[in-house]
């Protein structure tokens, strides 16, 4: 009787279908990211086509972050109950549709409505794919599993701006949502072939109570933040939004300490790393989230520059996070997270306040390499913050854990935006901004300010154990 074949063959299958993955999760972050980077560069464009003015369009970045925002949170959740094939590739065919929506909207309105639908969609993709890739590799391959993850996914924000400028000076704005349409249809392929089915838990209940406290929170916060730059009624109700934002959070901490089955447990927050990790994410984001958007503008509306030419001149940012990627577990194995979080955070600051001394010509020379500079400890700074996050996580509470990771990075993109949005207002109004001498004034002001309020997350990061270090052959990832 033949012995029986060894298990070579199952295990070298198993071994391309968990690669597979990885790219099926690296192609949804790559939608992402390519969306992001695309409608950055175009916001004038839009502006001058939708009759609006191009320092107000900060909605139409704010709608879709905060749409991720608010349905992040359930992400875990839906994953577990009905499986992260089921759940991404409705995610996929929701982006997609959400993404036709905006190309065909006729108003700002209506842009914003269509952005919120985008959103929702986008709002599963990474943490769904994540999960799946957490449940697929063993814990000590997820950190290098999801560095893999990140490298395709940086192809985004790598063609993004000049795609977006090419596409706006040579085409319309509209196509740059219409380019997601064959990316999405090619990754609901992947997914069905590629995608996990066999990966639906236990059923356990929603808290539907605590999920609408939650979302409420965000929501009002967010768009007190946003509505903070204005005087009278604005004013008033944005100060008005942003007490019920925060009496909603606190009712949510209340309602999650007695509830059976809270969204988020709160023996979460007895994991030290992710409570540093989450406060510090929230904090340092809001400088460093903004300036995707502020560049394309400042370079546009007050230097000159054509949508292609400032989307080429995003470039020089994204090389400066490749180049910075491979040094990342090197340094934070020497330094500690502490330490390396620290110091970056306090590099991150000063070089998005540098900004503020941007001339009226600029040398090209000097400004690729501020935008590298910047490229490069921003993403150090990611990858470090997320790492130290999630890396203490127990298996039973990675799905909240990583949900809960996701929703703190959005909702600090969406704040920080709306933040710089609103100081740009403010001080747009300061200088009296009717020429592009003003209005460069105002980009200077606002660029210092999201500097110094980058600087508050080092209190943060000083709470880490001073020699918390990356374990051996890791890598930080910087989704």
């Known amino acids: 009787m033949p012995s029986p074949l060894p298990p070579v063959p199952s295990a070298t299958a198993a071994h391309a279908s968990r690669q597979a993955l990885l790219w099926l999760v690296a192609l949804g972050f790559f939608m992402q990211t390519l969306d992001a980077t695309i409608v950055n560069t175009a916001l004038p464009a839009m502006a001058n086509d939708l009759g609006e003015s191009p320092l107000q369009m900060h909605s139409v970045i704010v709608a879709y972050s905060l749409a991720m925002a608010v349905l992040i949170p359930a992400s875990g959740w839906l994953a577990d109950r009905f499986g992260t094939r089921r759940v991404f590739m409705s995610a996929i065919a929701l982006f997609v549709a959400g993404s036709v929506l905006c190309a065909l909207a006729p108003t700002l309105a209506l842009l914003v409505a269509a952005r919120v639908v985008q959103g929702l969609g986008g709002a599963l993709l990474l943490p769904v794919g994540r999960l799946a890739v957490l449940r697929a590799f063993p814990r000590e391959e997820f950190i290098h599993a999801m560095s893999l993850v990140a490298i395709p996914g940086l192809v985004g924000p790598l063609i993004g701006p000049t795609l977006g400028g090419w596409l706006v000076e040579f085409a319309s704005w509209h196509w740059i949502f219409w380019v997601n349409v064959p990316v999405g249809v090619l990754g609901l392929a992947a997914a069905r072939r590629f995608m996990p089915r066999g990966d639906v838990l236990a059923r356990r209940g929603f808290d539907g109570i605590g999920y609408a406290l939650l979302a409420f929170a965000m929501a009002a916060v967010s768009l007190a933040v946003e509505g903070m730059a204005g005087s009278g009624a604005r004013g008033a109700v944005a100060l008005v939004l942003l007490v019920f934002g925060l009496a909603s959070l606190a009712a949510y901490w209340l309602h999650a300490l007695r509830s059976p089955n809270p969204l988020f447990v709160p023996g979460l927050f007895d994991v030290r790393s992710l409570r540093v990790g989450l406060l510090g994410n929230l904090f340092s984001r809001l400088g460093s989230s903004c300036m995707p958007f502020m560049i394309p503008l400042v370079l546009q509306v007050s230097l000159g520059y054509t949508p292609m030419q400032a ?7 994204v090389l400066g996070s490749m180049a910075a990627k491979p040094l990342v577990t090197r340094i934070v194995r020497h330094w500690g997270y502490r330490r390396v979080l620290v110091a970056n955070t306090c590099a991150l600051a000063l070089l998005i306040a540098s900004f503020g001394l941007l001339p009226a010509q600029p040398s090209f020379a000097l400004l690729a390499l501020q935008l590298a500079l ?7 700074q990611f990858s470090a913050m ?11 509470d990675a799905s909240s854990g990583n949900s809960l990771l996701s929703m703190v990075q959005m909702l600090a993109l969406g704040m920080g935006v709306a933040a710089a949005g609103a100081v740009l207002a403010s001080f747009e109004a300061f200088f009296n901004a009717a020429n592009a001498l003003h209005t460069l004034n105002a980009f200077r002001a606002t660029f210092a300010c999201m500097g110094l309020l980058t600087l508050a997350a080092t209190a943060l990061f000083l709470q880490l154990p001073e020699y918390d270090q990356v374990r051996s052959g890791s890598s930080a990832p910087d989704v």
């Open 311 to 317: 989307g080429m001149m995003m470039l020089p940012t």
């Open 374 to 380: 910047f490229g490069g400890v921003n993403s150090m």
């Open 386 to 396: 997320n790492t130290v996050t999630l890396k203490d996580l127990s298996s039973q």
